[in-house]
């Protein structure tokens, strides 16, 4: 399907515009190259946006991540970029501002709670379901496999056994599960289907009753699990006089229907918080993981003239792929230099690869799933000797990464004010960044995880054994980009207060440091950073190695 044929379905069903996202039906999870409907559409290859064609024009919604981005990927004379967040009700507002009332949609793409909302928010628009206008693809058959609760933690009877507790007292019949990541992780499985993802995309119906578990997917094989084809729910549904609960937060308005009942997916809560073996693991696959970045930033110093974006690419794909129980990159490799980190979301390729230059500044942001844990970290280095603006304003993000790793916080405390603490420094200078200060990060699952994070608009409060990112920004169109991420879990302190305890185990580049901008307890912290560093990943180096990591890691 191509821009022009769904106009001339506009036409043939008499409306004027048609709404793409970035889901499938399995709504807020990733999904594959192939199957990013917006980027076969208009070459925006971003995680996140909502393209509307219509007869007085296309436009693209994307976030502050995508902003430069999207300029540089689709036909600005036939595209029109709106620099709003991609969800339905900022795409309603531009509908109702150019007199377009009559939109259609596919009804897999969007759930239930944003539909209804919407709705009465919008009377005038007249919303039609009418599938899907853009090329879809034939998943490949996958088997599906279970995760050893030496990893997990806790098998998934006793996840049963906790998530019932929380739904007996409802009085309902069945429980649908519509997220992907809430089956993936209640049943302990994992599938190879995503490139960087491990969950598996089915939905779970639980028979409250009688305990049995059915998945619904249509590409799915298993040994261990009930698995029918995605049309037997819907058949079930239509003949079901029952009670199910279900999240309409993730669930597709095309399965609305007079038997479900919205209930929130307590898996979701119950996830975040990880258990002791959990956290164990997430330690270790941190420290597997420093020592491969760790190899890598000793690589680049020896070795980055003549090399380019997609060289750091391989080289830490390759490096990673030596530690013990790697899977995967948890998202593809970020690698900008220059004027390219400035792109918050940049991802090099064949086009648009810059070769590493003297005085430049090299973004690298990277992860990697491992059987026991899942890493997200982003290091700025400088390549050669930095100017002193970039050594400042590298400074300034520090100072703000430091003002929420190192803060003591009550339980309950939101991610939106946690993020306040963040920006609060870089707003003295003048400085804002056009992304969360943090997300959180599952435990072999996806690297961005649900409810909790740190941003301005997250209200979740954080709880013990919580993982997320800190990550404060500065990015100069042009120039460069500057980024410090690491991950952490939360950890009551014997005040009662909850404190980040830092899980990343990569030196951050002291080039880069204008130490005098650094108050004494921000001093203390570096250095007690740096000290963990060294002690965790010493005695995986070879003498050479060592040597370069003391000397990262050495006291300012």
Same mark, same amino acid.
């Given at each position: 399907?191509?821009?022009?044929?769904? *106009? =001339?379905?506009?036409? %043939?069903? &008499? @409306?004027?515009?048609?709404? +793409?996202? $970035?889901?499938?039906?399995? !709504?807020?999870?990733?999904?594959?190259?192939?199957?990013?409907?917006?980027?076969?559409?208009?070459?925006?290859?971003?995680?996140?946006?909502?393209?509307?064609?219509?007869?007085?024009?296309?436009?693209?919604?994307?976030?502050?991540?995508?902003? *430069? =981005?999207?300029?540089? %990927?689709? &036909? @600005?004379?036939?595209?029109? +970029?709106? $620099?709003?967040?991609?969800? !339905?009700?900022?795409?309603?507002?531009?509908?109702?501002?150019?007199?377009?009332?009559?939109?259609?949609?596919?009804?897999?793409?969007?759930?239930?709670?944003?539909?209804?909302?919407?709705?009465?928010?919008?009377?005038?628009?007249?919303?039609?379901?009418?599938?899907?206008?853009?090329?879809?693809?034939?998943?490949?058959?996958?088997?599906?496999?279970?995760?050893?609760?030496?990893?997990?933690?806790?098998?998934?009877?006793?996840?049963?056994?906790?998530?019932?507790?929380?739904?007996?007292?409802?009085?309902?019949?069945?429980?649908?599960?519509?997220?992907?990541?809430?089956?993936?992780?209640?049943?302990?499985?994992?599938?190879?289907?995503?490139?960087?993802?491990?969950?598996?995309?089915?939905?779970?119906?639980?028979?409250?009753?009688?305990?049995?578990?059915?998945?619904?997917?249509?590409?799915?094989?298993?040994?261990?699990?009930?698995?029918?084809?995605?049309?037997?729910?819907?058949?079930?549904?239509?003949?079901?006089?029952?009670?199910?609960?279900?999240?309409?937060?993730?669930?597709?308005?095309?399965?609305?229907?007079?038997?479900?009942?919205?209930?929130?997916?307590?898996?979701?809560?119950?996830?975040?918080?990880?258990?002791?073996?959990?956290?164990?693991?997430?330690?270790?696959?941190?420290?597997?993981?420093?020592?491969?970045?760790?190899?890598?930033?000793?690589?680049?110093?020896?070795?980055?003239?003549?090399?380019?974006?997609?060289?750091?690419?391989?080289?830490?794909?390759?490096?990673?792929?030596?530690?013990?129980?790697?899977?995967?990159?948890?998202?593809?490799?970020?690698?900008?230099?220059?004027?390219?980190?400035?792109?918050?979301?940049?991802?090099?390729?064949?086009?648009?690869?810059?070769?590493?230059?003297?005085?430049?500044?090299?973004?690298?942001?990277?992860?990697?799933?491992?059987?026991?844990?899942?890493?997200?970290?982003?290091?700025?280095?400088?390549?050669?000797?930095?100017?002193?603006?970039?050594?400042?304003?590298?400074?300034?993000?520090?100072?703000?990464?430091?003002?929420?790793?190192?803060?003591?916080?009550?339980?309950?405390?939101?991610?939106?004010?946690?993020?306040?603490?963040?920006?609060?420094?870089?707003?003295?200078?003048?400085?804002?960044?056009?992304?969360?200060?943090?997300?959180?990060?599952?435990?072999?699952?996806?690297?961005?995880?649900?409810?909790?994070?740190?941003?301005?608009?997250?209200?979740?409060?954080?709880?013990?054994?919580?993982?997320?990112?800190?990550?404060?920004?500065?990015?100069?169109?042009?120039?460069?980009?500057?980024?410090?991420?690491?991950?952490?879990?939360?950890?009551?302190?014997?005040?009662?207060?909850?404190?980040?305890?830092?899980?990343?185990?990569?030196?951050?580049?002291?080039?880069?440091?204008?130490?005098?901008?650094?108050?004494?307890?921000?001093?203390?912290?570096?250095?007690?950073?740096?000290?963990?560093?060294?002690?965790?990943?010493?005695?995986?180096?070879?003498?050479?190695?060592?040597?370069?990591?003391?000397?990262?890691?050495?006291?300012?």
């Amino acid at each position: 399907m191509s821009i022009k044929k769904i *106009l =001339q379905r506009l036409d %043939e069903r &008499n @409306l004027d515009a048609y709404i +793409i996202t $970035h889901n499938n039906c399995f !709504l807020g999870q990733d999904i594959s190259d192939k199957e990013n409907k917006i980027r076969k559409l208009c070459g925006f290859s971003g995680s996140s946006g909502m393209l509307v064609v219509s007869k007085k024009g296309c436009f693209l919604f994307v976030d502050g991540r995508y902003e *430069l =981005q999207a300029k540089k %990927e689709v &036909n @600005l004379s036939q595209i029109t +970029i709106v $620099h709003q967040m991609p969800n !339905l009700n900022n795409v309603c507002a531009l509908l109702v501002e150019n007199g377009l009332m009559r939109i259609g949609f596919d009804g897999w793409c969007f759930s239930i709670a944003e539909m209804q909302s919407i709705k009465l928010c919008y009377e005038n628009i007249s919303f039609s379901d009418v599938g899907n206008w853009a090329d879809g693809n034939t998943p490949d058959m996958l088997q599906i496999k279970e995760r050893e609760t030496q990893y997990s933690g806790e098998d998934s009877k006793q996840k049963c056994q906790r998530v019932f507790k929380k739904l007996k007292d409802l009085g309902a019949d069945y429980c649908l599960l519509t997220a992907a990541d809430s089956v993936s992780w209640l049943l302990n499985i994992y599938v190879r289907d995503l490139p960087y993802t491990p969950i598996v995309r089915g939905y779970a119906l639980w028979n409250l009753h009688t305990k049995k578990i059915t998945l619904f997917a249509d590409n799915l094989q298993s040994d261990i699990l009930s698995v029918k084809p995605m049309y037997k729910l819907a058949e079930f549904l239509h003949e079901c006089n029952k009670r199910i609960v279900c999240d309409f937060g993730t669930t597709p308005l095309r399965l609305l229907n007079p038997c479900l009942q919205h209930v929130k997916d307590v898996c979701q809560e119950l996830k975040a918080q990880k258990n002791e073996k959990e956290i164990w693991g997430m330690n270790m696959c941190h420290i597997r993981d420093g020592v491969a970045v760790v190899r890598l930033l000793m690589w680049l110093e020896k070795n980055w003239q003549g090399k380019t974006e997609l060289d750091v690419v391989q080289k830490l794909h390759e490096l990673r792929s030596e530690q013990e129980l790697f899977f995967s990159e948890s998202f593809a490799t970020i690698a900008a230099v220059g004027a390219n980190g400035a792109v918050v979301h940049y991802q090099p390729n064949e086009a648009t690869n810059k070769k590493l230059e003297q005085g430049k500044l090299l973004l690298i942001d990277s992860g990697g799933q491992y059987m026991d844990g899942t890493t997200d970290v982003t290091r700025t280095i400088a390549l050669g000797v930095p100017a002193d603006t970039e050594i400042d304003y590298f400074t300034q993000v520090l100072k703000a990464h430091i003002a929420v790793a190192d803060a003591q916080f009550p339980f309950a405390t939101t991610g939106q004010r946690l993020d306040a603490l963040a920006r609060a420094p870089m707003w003295k200078k003048g400085f804002d960044y056009k992304h969360g200060t943090g997300h959180g990060v599952a435990c072999f699952g996806n690297v961005h995880e649900g409810p909790i994070g740190i941003s301005e608009k997250n209200n979740y409060g954080f709880n013990e054994g919580m993982v997320t990112s800190i990550e404060p920004g500065i990015y100069m169109e042009n120039q460069f980009g500057i980024r410090i991420e690491n991950l952490y879990f939360t950890q009551q302190q014997e005040n009662g207060f909850l404190k980040f305890v830092p899980l990343t185990r990569v030196p951050i580049d002291k080039k880069l440091i204008n130490v005098n901008l650094l108050n004494a307890d921000e001093r203390n912290w570096l250095n007690g950073y740096h000290e963990a560093v060294y002690y965790w990943l010493q005695k995986r180096l070879n003498a050479e190695e060592k040597k370069w990591l003391r000397e990262a890691c050495a006291p300012i």
